[in-house]
């Protein structure tokens, strides 16, 4: 599942298609596109501009213009599991996002789940191969915390230690803190050295500031090598791997209904 450096980074993307007429609209999937039927959502966005792409957490989305320059409809949008933003400029270029990722098999048309189409001859598709990504106008967003990126260290102690919930789960909460998912999660709390088991109300302030800290660190570093997957411990998270800060055993179990790996001696 995407979690905020790979939404961000799609957002990157998703700045490329901004202030572009759109001419054209194909929502016919109506799965991804639910509630709206087929032709809903072409006919809120026809002839106007996307205008600014905004993120909060794992959540995107776009303020819009319509035909009159008068403020449309918000569209968001949701990457699911593997989607991918895809903007390309009048000559059918890609823009924005670095080199594309190679496929193993060959594309499908049916894997562009919904795409619009610029008067200049360029194009916005979400590529989504699952078919798990999600387009809506209005998207409620009433239900997230603070993006993880922008909470201040306060509000941060604040909500992390509100609960006895394992630290970990109160991570993964968007509702306490949005963007978290389950790799970074990991990460962050092998940086502060914290068991993620740990109750989240018996942590103390100065164990509070160093999460705050390296979660602060790990989205910096994910957001500017290309992913939570190049997360110092990431890589490590397997049977028979070992803390590459110490080289104790790293250790398996669930945490807050997730797969969790921690080392067996810095994160007692």
Known sequence: MPELP????????????????????????????????????????????LTAAHRRGKTMWCET??????????????????????????????VGGGPERPDRQPRK??????????????RF???DKRRLGRIRLEPDLSGLGPDAEEITAAD???????????????????????????LLADETLWRARINPAAPADELGRTELDR???????????????????????IEHRHPGGHCPRC?????????????TWWCSKEQQ
């Open 6 to 49: 790979e939404v961000e980074t799609a957002r990157k993307v998703l700045e490329e298609a901004l202030d572009r007429e759109i001419r054209s609209v194909d929502d016919n999937d109506e799965w991804v596109c639910r509630p709206h039927p087929p032709g809903e959502i072409a006919k809120a966005l026809v002839g106007g501009r």
């Open 65 to 94: 213009v319509d035909r009159d320059g008068e403020e449309g409809p918000t569209l968001g949008v949701h990457l699911g599991m593997d989607g991918r933003v895809i903007v390309t400029n009048s000559d059918g270029e890609r």
């Open 109 to 122: 048309p049916e894997w562009d789940r919904f795409t619009v189409n610029f008067a200049d001859g360029g």
């Open 125 to 127: 598709r979400l590529f």
């Open 156 to 182: 941060f102690r604040t909500r992390i230690a509100r609960s006895r919930s394992a630290v970990k789960a109160r991570l993964l909460d968007q509702s306490v803190i949005a963007g978290v998912g389950n």
């Open 211 to 233: 999460l705050y800290r390296n979660l602060e660190k790990s989205l910096k570093s994910a957001i500017a090598n290309g992913g939570v997957h190049t997360g110092e411990v």
């Open 247 to 259: 080289g104790a055993e790293m250790r398996h179990g669930t945490v807050g209904g997730r797969s």
